[in-house]
T-cell receptor, first 116, second 109 residues
Framework: EAGVAQSPRYKIIEKRQSVAFWCNPI?????LYWYQQILGQGPKLLIQ????????DSQLPKDRFSAERLKGVDSTLKIQPAKLEDSAVYLC??????????????FGSGTQLSVL | QKEVEQNSGPLSVPEGAIASLNCTYS??????FFWYRQYSGKSPELIMF????GDKEDGRFTAQLNKASQYVSLLIRDSQPSDSATYLC?????????FGRGTSLIVHP
């Protein structure tokens, strides 16, 4: 079974530039998550999709971050314009179903973003 | 008050000892609880989940849940140097997973 695919693996940009990350979940997984993990901290949920609908985006800084999941499969996360504090690892995860209490998250390898 | 709290550590134990990792959560409506392991530079991977009060054992790992005290723990028996990693506690609230900051575990030979 192929895992969650993410690209790029690393990205270095200057502040005020824009950047986009891509995620392809495990085939058949209905739920897709984007997490931000700052060094030394736990993952922070940015947005959760079920199929192509948004379940939760309460912690997504909507003035600069946007995300979409077209056709309920792959997803892109965009930052425009980037700030220094956006330097982090952006993790994509997927799971088969939502609303299952013992649901396991499968994580991709992440994208390490450095904003200079 | 943070939703999911963990001591950042590091927790250092000798090889062969029992490592005890703790987590508290603030939302009494939380339904399920997870432990993920994250090696340096890698992504988290699930090692245990629990949703009923009591203990759940899987090999060298035991998860313990006390909903009255809003407390969940992970015990690792016969700790090995390969267990050295950050252990993340995650809590499902309204089917949305929330992570703690993680506890760094170091197992020294």
């Amino acid at each position: 079974e192929a895992g969650v695919a993410q690209s790029p693996r690393y990205k270095i940009i200057e502040k005020r530039q824009s950047v986009a990350f891509w995620c392809n979940p495990i085939s058949g997984h209905a739920t897709l998550y984007w997490y931000q993990q700052i060094l030394g901290q736990g993952p922070k949920l940015l947005i959760q999709f079920q199929n192509n609908g948004v379940v939760d985006d309460s912690q997504l800084p909507k003035d600069r971050f946007s995300a979409e999941r077209l056709k309920g499969v792959d997803s892109t996360l965009k930052i425009q314009p980037a700030k220094l504090e956006d330097s982090a690892v952006y993790l994509c995860a997927s799971s088969p179903l939502n609303r299952v209490r013992n649901e396991k998250l499968f994580f991709g390898s992440g994208t390490q973003l450095s904003v200079l | 008050q943070k939703e999911v709290e963990q001591n950042s550590g590091p927790l250092s134990v000798p090889e062969g000892a029992i490592a005890s990792l703790n987590c508290t959560y603030s939302d009494r409506g939380s339904q399920s609880f997870f432990w993920y392991r994250q090696y340096s530079g890698k992504s988290p991977e699930l090692i245990m989940f629990i949703y009923s009060n009591g203990d759940k054992e899987d090999g060298r790992f035991t998860a313990q849940l006390n909903k009255a005290s809003q407390y969940v723990s992970l015990l690792i028996r016969d700790s090995q140097p390969s267990d050295s990693a950050t252990y993340l506690c995650a809590v499902n609230r309204s089917y949305i997973p929330t992570f703690g900051r993680g506890t760094s575990l170091i197992v020294h030979p």
